[in-house]
Structure formats: C-alpha cells, structure tokens
C-alpha cells in the first residue's frame, strides 16, 4: 500500500518562503513519477509541479521562477521549495504519485497541508 505524507505546510507573509514535504512509502517500483497540486478556495485542483521517473520537470507558469520540485537521492521524497509567494498561492497543497511518466495521471494522493499567504 503506497502512502504519502505531505509537510511543511504554514502561514506566512506575501513575499516569503515555504518548503514543503512529502515522504512515500509503500512503492515497489524503483522510479515513478511524483507532483505536487493545489486547490484554492472556490478554485479546483489543478497541477503545480511534476517530476518524472527520469528527473524531467514541469511547473505551471504561474509558478515558473519562483517555485522549485526536487527530491532527495532515494526518490521517496519529493520537495517543494516556493519562493516569493503572493497570496493566489495559498491553497491546500497535495503530494500525487503515479507509474514513470505523469503525463498518464496519478495513483496515489496525501492527505494535503495547508499554505497561508497573507498580505
């Protein structure tokens, strides 16, 4: 049973810093591809960052320069490092995992941790 926990939410002021979190267990492939989404009030999800099996990563544009995905050297961590927030970044940030490319959708969803932009 894979399982993703998701960290690191908060609130914090326009212009701050956030790093998020998200440890994955449970995968028995060595490689998948892992994002991050976010939904804000009254807004649907929608994708923010991704990175596939082989390091390839994508940003939404309003994200691009100022957010960045990586993960650790295991790949069962996947980080979000957001920079420069403005308060159209506040929402409720999910951790997704799915098969080698994310193109093909995802398989498995946390919980969500809240981020707060204020100002």
């Known amino acids: 049973q894979v399982h993703l926990a998701e960290s690191g939410g908060g609130s914090v002021q326009a212009g701050g810093s956030l790093r998020l979190s998200c440890v994955a267990t449970?995968?028995?492939?060595?490689?998948?591809?892992m994002a991050w989404f976010r939904q804000g009030p009254g807004n649907e999800r929608e994708g923010v960052a991704t990175?596939?099996?082989?390091?390839?990563?994508t940003y939404t544009d309003s994200v691009k320069g100022r957010f960045t995905v990586s993960q650790d050297s295991t790949q069962s961590t996947l980080f979000l490092q957001m920079d420069s927030l403005k308060s159209e970044d506040s929402g409720m940030y999910y951790c997704?995992?799915?098969?080698?490319?994310?193109?093909?959708?995802?398989?498995?969803w946390g919980k969500g941790t809240p981020v707060t932009i204020s100002g």
């Open positions: 997704a995992a799915g098969g080698s490319w994310c193109l093909y959708g995802m398989k498995y």
């Open positions: 449970g995968y028995t492939n060595s490689r998948y591809c």
């Open positions: 990175i596939d099996s082989d390091g390839t990563k």
